[in-house]
């Protein structure tokens, strides 16, 4: 990516409210930020990473790096939390939550590992990547958002627009 590109007010834009979105960077209620600048702790839950106390309060280390940093303070208004998020991320990272594709589930609705490939079917050409297994698209390509689709075409392992579908059916490739 180009450094005009990347620093087009355009993608910054849009990079700052995707990870406002995906990093779940809301302001909490009302409630949590009483009248006459009393903070009120709100609820903080967490499975994968640990907890910060600061100044009494409780914080999720989403980083894991052991400090608050400003994105991680919910008492913080959520455009300075969405600007220190963006400055600590690569540009790869900035890349990665600009694509959402969907990745192939395995049986039973698993998560697959191995990448899918498949011929373009309105282009044709040598079979390309399809969908990376799911392991590549977070740590490799930095995809922190996707769809992980059950409607797969039997057989196929990976899920077909009915156009697509049918293409594939009346070129002998799928049954």
Do not use: C
Request: hydrophobic fraction near 40%.
């Amino acid at each position: 990516m180009s450094s005009s590109v990347h620093g087009s007010s355009t993608f910054a834009t849009a990079v700052r409210s995707v990870a406002a979105l995906v990093l779940g960077l809301a302001p909490f209620p009302r409630e949590a930020r009483a009248a006459e600048g009393v903070v009120r702790q709100p609820v903080i839950g967490t499975r994968v990473v640990g907890t910060l106390q600061v100044d009494g309060y409780v914080f999720k280390d989403l980083n894991k790096n052991g400090k608050l940093d400003a994105y991680e303070d919910w008492r913080r208004p959520v455009p300075e939390r969405v600007e220190d998020v963006v400055s600590q991320m690569t540009v790869e990272e900035k890349a990665g939550l600009m694509v959402g594709p969907s990745l192939a589930m395995g049986p039973g609705g698993a998560v697959r590992e191995e990448p899918v490939f498949g011929v373009n079917p309105f282009a044709g050409g040598p079979p390309a990547l399809v969908s990376p297994g799911t392991t590549d698209a977070i740590h490799k390509r930095h995809i922190v958002q996707f769809i992980n689709r059950e409607n797969a075409v039997k057989g196929a392992g990976i899920p077909f627009h009915p156009g697509a579908e049918r293409f594939y059916k009346e070129a002998g490739m799928l049954k």
